[in-house]
């Protein structure tokens, strides 16, 4: 059974970093793309960064620019470096597969406030 856990996030003041983590297991992030999504009050879950099997990154929104996803297939990890946050980056961030798999970890909780 695939397990996805996210750690790392906190409370920040607006233009911090954080940096998350997902560990997977149950499956080999090698062979899948995997993505960042997140959910801020009151809104949809959204995907926000991709990256694919080559490697590559692509971003979406407002994350363009500020973050970065990185893996590291031998941990079965992904990352997600989180620099200049504002008070929009409020939400719980998930890691999973795209497209996700129907099954969710239980996400972490970034908080942007002063």
């Known amino acids: 059974q695939v397990q996805l856990v996210e750690s790392g996030g906190d409370l920040v003041q607006p233009g911090g970093s954080l940096r998350l983590s997902c560990v997977v297991s149950g499956m080999r992030i090698s062979i899948s793309a995997m993505g960042w999504y997140r959910q801020a009050p009151g809104k949809q879950r959204e995907l926000f960064a991709i990256?694919?099997?080559?490697?590559?990154?692509n971003y979406f929104g407002s994350a363009k620019g500020r973050f970065t996803m990185s893996r590291d297939n031998a941990k079965n990890t992904l990352y997600l470096q989180m620099n200049g946050l504002q008070s929009e980056d409020t939400a719980v961030y998930y890691c999973?597969?795209?497209?996700?798999?129907?099954?969710w970890g239980q996400g972490t909780k970034v908080t942007i406030s002063s």
């Open positions: 999973n597969a795209v497209p996700h798999l129907g099954l």
């Open positions: 990256s694919s099997t080559a490697d590559t990154t």
